[in-house]
């Protein structure tokens, strides 16, 4: 079946401009989380849906990041102002539930904020 | 949070036994030891988990001490696809917080013909 996808794959764009990043989880996974991953890194926790709702964005780096997922499947990662610090590739993950062992990933966006 | 220690980066040749230890000394009780393959502009993909003795799957082998301060994902005569990073992650699975979904910086395997 579909795995978890991520568009765009690339996104360029200027520094202070604004950006959305999406992601579709695997059909009836109902968690749901975004990474960010900088070269030479691990993946580093931004913020976990459970169903509509953000259950943990303790990761947001600050408040120019914000994360939806209005109907419960696809989410939109938006970042505004964006800076020359945020450039990264950003990763989505899915899994059937909160406490589901593994979670399946999407090959990610390459943010590049010139 | 319960820090984990690996090795930067390990080199096999084809056919050989790998083994990649993590270290993991304030492991709580009731967490899990997971491990994460990751190839080059790839999301990571889970390759194993286990909580104490051994567990092995098609892919590999892990094997954990009874004190559970460290742990080791064993790779089978490895291939050249077997060339990633591989990360070891320490959480309790059903928090989902951000204890549970921290990646060190990982073990670069290189396996050479």
């Known amino acids: 079946g579909a795995g978890v996808s991520q568009t765009p794959s690339n996104k360029v764009t200027e520094k202070g401009k604004y950006v959305e990043l999406r992601c579709d989880p695997i059909s009836g996974h109902t968690a749901l989380y975004w990474y960010r991953q900088s070269l030479g890194q691990g993946p580093e926790f931004l913020i976990y849906f459970q169903g509509t709702g953000a259950a943990d964005d303790s990761g947001l780096p600050n408040d120019r990041f914000f994360a939806v997922r209005p109907e419960g499947s696809v989410s939109t990662l938006k970042i505004q102002r964006t800076e020359r610090g945020d450039s990264a590739v950003y990763l989505c993950a899915s899994s059937p539930n909160a406490g589901y062992n593994e979670q399946f990933f999407g090959p990610g966006t390459r943010l590049t904020v010139l | 949070l319960a820090k984990t220690t690996q090795p930067i980066s390990m080199d096999s040749y084809e056919g050989q036994e790998v083994n990649i230890t993590c270290s993991h000394n304030n492991i709580a009780t009731n967490d899990y030891i997971t491990w994460y393959q990751q190839f080059p502009s790839q999301g990571p993909r889970f390759i194993i988990q286990?909580?104490?003795t051994k567990v092995t799957n098609e892919v590999a082998s892990l094997f954990i001490p009874a004190d559970r301060k460290s742990s080791t994902l064993s790779l089978p005569r490895v291939s050249l696809s077997d060339t990633a990073v591989y990360y070891c992650?320490?959480?309790?699975?059903?928090?989902?917080?951000?204890?549970?979904?921290?990646f060190g910086s990982g073990t670069r395997l290189q396996v050479q013909p």
């Open positions: 286990g909580y104490k």
């Open positions: 992650l320490v959480g309790f699975p059903m928090d989902t917080g951000r204890r549970a979904l921290t």
